[in-house]
């Protein structure tokens, strides 16, 4: 595709178009072009504090939590995150708000000024961004016209060839829970996955992570050695006393820096808890945790919400994007602990690049559900209904349900369910997208 195009793009809609076609023309660009270009682009970005996060599972609800203690303490903030679920502009978060449709195009346009007179060096390969290069310029460009204080970066995929890496600067990694995804990428070990997230280390950056896998643990410790850097690890020793109950989550955490705190979430996934240690142990590691007081940290994480992650789209009604099978493990130990008195009712569906078979197997096999129903996705990737079916029959004796609308699928599973029973629609973030989708088209109805 011609640089020239982007001169007669002028609405929303056809910037999201074409963005959405760039891995039709374009290649995985190196690092050392990719940050060629963010310096061609904005050298005022290197001057804001930045936060990067990496890892398999959490790290948008980690990127969450610390936005909303940051802003909670009165600092500007810019988070730039993916997947989106509805829209390209959830990626792009100023102190907490989605960017404008007029804001998204003055940032397309800001990148593609800088396209089309590129240093000598790019113009020689004719470099173009990948689809998520240009995303991530395009939040670099916007946290420095609205000047914030910190900005806080979602790894895509990976952390070492991540765009996201090519900043330099930073004042705290966090590498969130490690587990089997992208594998084709990322390698087919656990090690050799956390090898990968680790290399958004750097010297005298002090690294935080969970430690609850000996493998992972000693590949993070290695690679911090290796870079020159020193690791902040997290324990369960450092959580106490976790109560669920009335939708909420209360816990207690001993902090190195703040000491022993009481902590109160808005949500019944006590995944999230684990992901609440380490942004507050990332905010010690801060040079400004002196004004951070231990009061916005508990409204910051009171305040907090993520969405997709167990999330109460209607009530008794969750919504969660568990795709692979550590966030499945995650899920249903939450579904264990919900304290559901009646019925529970599962709608599923995933992509088949995914590890959906063994995903399908920890459902069936965790009995969890008194009735589940599949549907199918609009995507090329989805996988159809009847494999879907078949793969639940092998785990379970219930009847399964299939749905080939979303629609029907929601209205059907959600009608006359009692107060005490429970909903979960789970799976793909793309089931996830759908759904919200779905929601704000229908949000004057009752399903």
């Known amino acids: 595709m011609s640089l020239s195009i982007i001169d007669t793009i002028n609405t929303y809609a056809q910037a999201e178009e074409y963005i959405f076609g760039i891995p039709k023309f374009t290649r995985k660009n190196s690092m050392e072009n990719t940050r060629c270009f963010l310096a061609h682009l904005q050298d005022s970005v290197q001057e804001i504090k930045t936060i990067h996060v990496a890892g398999t599972n959490g790290k948008g609800s980690v990127c969450a939590y610390l936005r909303s203690i940051l802003q909670e303490a009165g600092f500007a903030t810019g988070m730039f995150t993916s997947p989106h679920l509805v829209t390209m502009r959830e990626r792009f978060l100023i102190n907490g708000e989605m960017v404008s449709e007029e804001e998204f195009m003055w940032a397309f346009k800001q990148v593609a000024e800088k396209l089309a007179n590129m240093p000598e060096s790019l113009r020689k390969i004719s470099y173009h961004p990948t689809f998520f290069e240009y995303l991530f310029f395009m939040a670099m460009v916007l946290f420095a016209r609205h000047k914030v204080d910190y900005m806080i970066l979602e790894t ?72 020159g850097t020193k690791t902040e690890p997290v324990s369960f020793c450092a959580i106490k006393e976790i109560n669920s109950e009335n939708k909420t989550i209360d816990f207690s955490l001993q902090s190195n820096y703040y000491g022993y705190i009481r902590f109160r979430m808005s949500t019944i996934a006590l995944y999230q808890v684990e992901n609440v240690a380490l942004a507050i142990k990332a905010v010690e590691q801060l040079k400004d945790r002196e004004i951070i007081s231990t009061r916005m940290l508990q409204e910051g994480i009171r305040k907090a919400h993520w969405e997709g992650r167990m999330e109460e789209i209607m009530p008794s009604v969750y919504l ?85 609308r979303l629609e029907n699928a929601v209205q059907d599973i959600t009608a006359d369910r009692s107060d005490e029973d429970r909903v979960y629609i789970v799976g793909s973030l793309y089931l996830v997208g759908e759904v919200k989708a779905l929601l704000r088209r229908h949000s004057h109805d009752k399903f």
């Open 156 to 227: 895509g995929l990976g952390g070492r060839l991540d765009a996201t890496n090519a900043i330099d600067s930073k004042e705290v990694c966090i590498i969130t829970s490690i587990g089997y995804d992208h594998m084709e990428y990322l390698g087919e070990t656990l090690p050799e996955i956390a090898a990968e997230k680790a290399g958004i280390m750097r010297p005298n950056v002090p690294v935080v992570y969970f430690d609850k896998e000996k493998e992972v643990t000693e590949t993070l410790e290695k690679c911090a050695a290796k870079v």
């Open 320 to 404: 969660d994007g568990a795709h692979n099978t550590d966030g499945m493990k995650a899920f249903l130990h939450t579904v264990r602990e919900d304290g559901c008195l009646g019925h529970r009712k599962l709608l599923f569906s995933m992509v088949k690049d995914k590890q959906y078979q063994a995903v399908i197997a920890m459902i069936g096999q965790a009995e969890l559900f008194d009735e589940i129903g599949v549907v199918a996705l609009q995507d090329a990737r989805a996988l159809p209904l009847q494999e879907l079916e078949d793969n639940f029959r092998q785990y379970t004796e219930l009847k399964i349900r299939k749905y080939d």
